[in-house]
């Protein structure tokens, strides 16, 4: 059994900062990718920013130069340093893994989710 436990969430006002954990645990053999997704009330979930295991990452437009995505491999954990944070950036944030169970096992696990709330 795989679970993934984010934290770090909660209420900010305009310009400030947050930073969000995911850590991942169970029966692990390897962990590819990680990523953020967010919904936003009345909006579609939507991809925030991704790294590999390689360290190789992209962020959505929209949070470029604000938004920051890390990983520990060490510690099977996915953060999110959000900076400059906005209004629109309220939504609920979910982290996502991409977990190799064992040998050509591979499965996608989701957090429960983190609420994220700018607000003045």
């Known amino acids: 059994q795989v679970q993934l436990v984010e934290s770090g969430g909660g209420l900010v006002q305009p310009g400030g900062s947050l930073k969000l954990s995911c850590a991942a645990s169970?029966?692990?053999?390897?962990?590819?990718?990680m990523g953020w997704y967010r919904q936003a009330p009345g909006k579609q979930r939507e991809l925030v920013a991704r790294?590999?295991?390689?360290?190789?990452?992209n962020v959505v437009d929209s949070v470029k130069g604000r938004f920051t995505i890390s990983r520990d491999n060490a510690k099977n954990t996915v953060y999110l340093q959000m900076n400059s944070l906005k209004l629109e950036d309220t939504a609920i944030y979910y982290c996502?893994?991409?977990?190799?169970?064992?040998?050509?096992?591979?499965?996608?696990?989701w957090g429960q989710g983190t609420q994220v709330t700018v607000s003045s």
């Open positions: 996502t893994a991409q977990i190799l169970l064992r040998i050509g096992i591979v499965d996608d696990y």
């Open positions: 169970g029966s692990i053999f390897s962990i590819y990718a």
């Open positions: 790294i590999t295991n390689t360290g190789n990452t």
